[in-house]
């Protein structure tokens, strides 16, 4: 499945410059910015893409940002618009980072392409790299996007069929809150015809 995955992203690369702009994100990208304090720090991007728009403008302003993505294609693309981001080309659940390293995460649009049994493991990772008073932002499918309540399976996308997987967000909240996450946001929210669950989270002040 992931394999599959790969290539379907190094083939969306190749039309990622006419649909680059069917999705305005920038009321989100502006909450989130301001819920960090307004403060330069350290932004881990997973499934980062071209690194636009999340890795491009915390960029712009200073931070420094590492971005995983597991299309070698979109990297390409990464290193051409936000050139002063670090990348990682690998799986989101097979990179490691130090304890604390990172200010801010975010997933957007990417999470659902991992199967629900693997997301509690992430979170956790997750909680281990933000430093305390972290915060996470990220995107989640759900039964407005799938038709289902839980679902793993399949979805046509762009002219593809992509893997999706997610849980109930009840399910979703309680494995947040059992890792020690402090739910801040959670808003089902339809942006370029397609409607996903957005969560944001926070690492509290204090050992994990």
Known sequence: MENRLCDIYDRFAATYDANRGLFDMTGILEDFYSRLGGKKGRLLDLGCGAGEPFA????????????????????????????????????????????????????????????????????????RWLRPGGKALFTYATKAYTGSDEFDGTKRFMGEDLYYSHKRPEALYADLERIGFAIETKECREIGGETFLWVTIANPLGPA
């Open 56 to 127: 491009r403008f915390f960029a712009d302003r200073g931070w420094q940002v590492t971005g995983v993505d597991f299309s070698a294609k979109m990297l390409e693309l990464a290193a051409r618009y936000v050139p002063a981001m670090e990348t990682r080309l690998a799986d989101m659940r097979d990179v490691e980072f130090a304890a604390g390293r990172f200010e801010a995460i975010t997933a957007i649009y990417c999470l659902f392409h991992v199967p629900r049994a693997d997301h509690a493991a992430l979170f956790e990772r997750w909680r």
